[in-house]
Each structure stands twice: as C-alpha cells, then as structure tokens.
C-alpha cells in the first residue's frame, strides 16, 4: 500500500528566505507526482506535474524534483513571499487499470511572515 | 473556460438525514474523482467514475455512499442516513483523459457539517 509523508508538518519563515518542502513515498512504481496549494478552506491548486521519467520541473519561483529510486521529491521555494503562505501537498500516482487516483500527503503547513 | 463547480460550498444536514453533492467538471474533461478531507487529515481517494460508469470505488465507504456521473448533467455524491464522522470536506476533481500525465483540476469543495 502506497504511504505518502511529508516533512515537516508545519514550517514558518521570514520573508524572502528561500525553503524546501520534503515528500516521501514507499512504493517507487509511481506514474506521476504533482504538488499542490490548498489555502484555508478552499480547494486545490495544481503546482507541479513531474513525470516518472523526469527529474524535475520548473514554474516560476517554484522547482519540484523527483527521485523515484529513493521515493523521494522536494519542493523548492525561492525568495518566499507572505502570499506563499498555504499548506503544500504532494500526492502520486500509480496507473491502475482503474485510473489515475491521486494518494496524498498530509501536507505541510508554510507560514511566511513579514 | 470555467474550472470544476462545486455545490453547494456549505451544507448543513441533521443526523439520519441525506446529503447531495454536486460536481461539474470543466469542459471538455468526461473524468471525475471524488476525495474526501477529514478533520486534521490528508485527502483520501473515494471513488473514480467516467461518464455513466463507475470505474474506481475502492475508497467509497460500504454502505450509506453512492456516486454517479450521468449522460447529461454533473457528477453526484449521495450519503444517505449521515452521521456525525461524515462532516468533512468532500472535493470533486476532473481530467480530461485517463493517462498518468493528465494534470486533476479540483473543485472548491463542499464542506458537510453533520449536527
């Protein structure tokens, strides 16, 4: 069974400072992994899609990487900014005949402060 | 493009009572999933469905919960006779195929509060 962590739970950080979110899985045989934002009490927003065959990807001040040997992506974060302030989760995939289910994270709580 | 509707984005239901949920994926995507958020708890897969068909529902509860994805018309998630441990934040999510590189797009949520 697939088991997602994330570390840490929760972080806080002053502004500007650049940071990295950690996200483990237990089982390597991945298709995908995507990061997201969820702001209090709204719903999801796609960051990052990286590809099983990728080794990262890139969006503005955001980089993902993936290292699927080791179960393991980080989630960078340059010049961290108050509105970055989210909980950050990361979810995988793994093709079954059933579809593409996403398995999440807990997430990790980022607070940037002034 | 409008993205994934929700609604309603708050419902109030008494214990024994039923609860619908609606989800209207984006254009053109015929792909729905269904997740579920507990207090204090991660997203939780419940159930994958394509149009007029359910696929996926290895994470739906095994009674009380029932999904479907009409020919016409949104997505529906029914709970029927709900008690207190269902008040959670359900969110619906649509993609427009089934391939691994299909990117979910999620809906606001509904958030269910049981009383």
């Known amino acids: 069974k697939q088991e997602v962590t994330q570390i840490p739970a929760a972080l806080s950080v002053p502004e500007g400072e650049n940071l990295v979110l950690n996200c483990s899985f237990t089982?390597?045989?991945?298709?995908?992994l995507q990061w997201f934002r969820q702001d209090p009490g709204k719903g999801l927003t796609s960051l990052l899609l990286?590809?099983?065959?990728?080794r990262e990807q890139t969006s503005g001040r955001l980089n993902a990487s993936l290292d699927k040997s080791s179960g393991r992506s980080t989630l960078y974060i340059a010049a961290s900014q108050p509105g970055d302030s989210a909980t950050y989760l990361c979810?995988?995939?793994?093709?079954?005949?059933?579809?593409?289910?996403?398995?999440f994270g807990t997430g990790t709580q980022l607070k940037v402060e002034l | 493009n409008a993205g994934v509707m929700q609604n309603p984005r708050h419902l109030v239901r008494r214990r024994g009572q039923e609860a619908r949920l609606r989800c209207s994926p984006m254009k053109g995507h015929s792909h729905v999933y269904w997740y579920r958020q507990l207090p204090e708890e991660g997203l939780k897969f419940m159930v994958y469905?394509?149009?007029?068909?359910?696929?996926?529902e290895s994470g739906m509860p095994k009674e009380r919960f029932s999904a479907e994805f009409p020919k016409e018309g949104p997505s529906i998630l029914r709970i029927q006779q709900v008690v207190r441990g269902d008040s959670a934040a359900y969110f619906c999510a649509s993609s427009r195929q089934q391939g691994g590189g299909e990117t979910q797009y999620f809906g606001p949520g509904t958030r269910l509060l049981v009383l």
């Open positions: 089982d390597s045989a991945i298709y995908n």
């Open positions: 979810a995988v995939v793994i093709l079954t005949g059933g579809g593409n289910k996403l398995t």
């Open positions: 990286i590809q099983s065959s990728q």
């Open positions: 469905l394509q149009k007029e068909n359910i696929i996926d």
